[in-house]
């Protein structure tokens, strides 16, 4: 029996002025702190509750913490949108009609033992009822919640999320009353 060796990704890095500084192995970009693209996705139901979910407890990022519904890096040459979308379909194997951005790019960064995290980020919002199927090696569970308790968690327990989360979640209302002008619910 033969095991293959796990496929090693790969993202396209930029300078600080945000040049593009060609591919690098992703455990190569959060060691060095280079920057690289992501998009995130805070995907809502119809009784207007937000999924979020629980990383897996293998991660190298924050394992086991409450994270966006679906957060997903850029493969090179993607768009911030074709992520959002992939990331629906891989982590919870859903497809929506409408996906709304959340506003502007946004570049953060954060840091951790053996790491730093360089993000060029844009976030948008959904809406499904479908079942999800969070089949994915990267999630153990998801949950929806509902704003109110989202809102007393985020007063009383931000240590149980990610830190790049923790700034949309709070704002997890307006992006609900974004996605609404799009879609009914």
Not at 126 to 139: C, D, H
Not at 154 to 161: P, Q
Request: net charge negative; hydrophobic share 40%; with cysteine.
């Amino acid at each position: 029996m033969q095991f293959s060796e796990p496929a090693i990704e790969y993202f396209q890095t930029y300078s600080d002025a945000g040049a593009p500084l060609g591919l690098m192995p992703r455990d190569q970009v959060h060691a060095q702190g280079l920057w690289h693209c992501s998009a995130y996705v805070l995907l809502f139901n119809d009784a207007d509750e937000l999924l979020l979910q629980l990383r897996a407890e293998d991660k190298d990022l924050y394992p086991s913490y409450w994270d966006y519904s679906v957060g997903e890096h850029l493969k090179p040459g993607e768009t911030y949108e074709q992520g959002a979308m992939r990331g629906l379909l891989e982590e919870l194997g859903i497809e929506v009609d409408v996906l709304v951005s959340l506003g502007d790019i946004e570049k953060a960064s954060w840091s951790g033992p053996g790491f730093k995290d360089c993000s060029i980020f844009r976030g948008f919002a959904a809406r499904s009822n479908n079942p999800i199927r969070s089949e994915s090696e990267e999630i153990s569970q998801v949950r929806w919640i509902a704003l109110p308790e989202l809102g007393k968690l985020l007063k009383g327990e931000v240590d149980v999320f990610t830190p790049w989360s923790l700034p949309h979640l709070a704002n997890s209302q307006r992006a609900l009353a974004a996605l609404s002008k799009f879609t009914t619910g």
